[in-house]
């Protein structure tokens, strides 16, 4: 007992998941599906940021554009230039959606690095329902446009046709797995960060180690910055990847 209470005066009870708790804003309790929470607080502040960025930042339409407008203009431009890219000009009237994903994802990335923030993408119950509804989406709308072509996608044709039934049994396998492997890469990229940066900084109440915790913390959060953007980009390509097969299945 003794040395339990030494170790939580030199700092070394932490708790590096504890962040990610989901707690009501008001009082105490259990959380049900209508209790204001901490996600729900962070939900309202990403979308607030959002409008903030892409509708009062650009109200004016300068020529010369400000600072909050060149942001605006470069996120609208790189995510435009994506979705041409990768699904052709058939994917554009789609774009809107694309970008608001982009925009939600990276600034929940990039505002949950703030000092007691809540990153709400670090829960797969968030990440989960934004690759449901893309799944969801690029599927119905798969067969909507293609009717029954679109199981071509699952067809090789390019394979020997020995071969064809084996992999099309791999790729049914692969197409549904796509909603998991895409929210789980979010969460756990956000997560396992979070959590590395928590560890860090528990460690800095150690003088000894105080100065190396310190630059860990500093290098981790640094690169925390990169996968926040990383991340939110690699979901949103992937989402035009998805729904380039759904505009064009055959292989």
Known sequence: MASDAHGEEAGLSFHPMDQFLVKPLFGTGEVHW??????????????????ALLVAGTRGRAIVPNRVQTVAELAYGMVYKMVEDVTGKDGLKYFP???????????????????????????????????LAVFVSVTVLGFVKNGAQFLGLFWVTSAPLVLRPILAVIEVISYFVRPVSHSIRLAGNMMAGHAVIKVFAGFSAIAVISPVSILAVTAMYGLEVLVA???????????????????????
């Open 34 to 51: 209508y209790t204001p929470t901490n996600v729900t607080l962070w939900l309202f502040i990403v979308a607030a940021a959002i409008i």
């Open 97 to 131: 959606y694309i970008m608001t994903l982009f925009m939600f994802i990276v600034f929940s990335n990039m505002l949950g690095l703030l000092p007691k923030a809540f990153t709400v993408t670090s829960h797969i119950a968030v990440t989960g329902v934004l690759a």
């Open 229 to 251: 953007f990383i991340q939110a980009y690699v979901f949103t390509i992937l989402t035009c990847v998805y729904l380039k097969d759904a505009l064009h299945p055959a292989h």
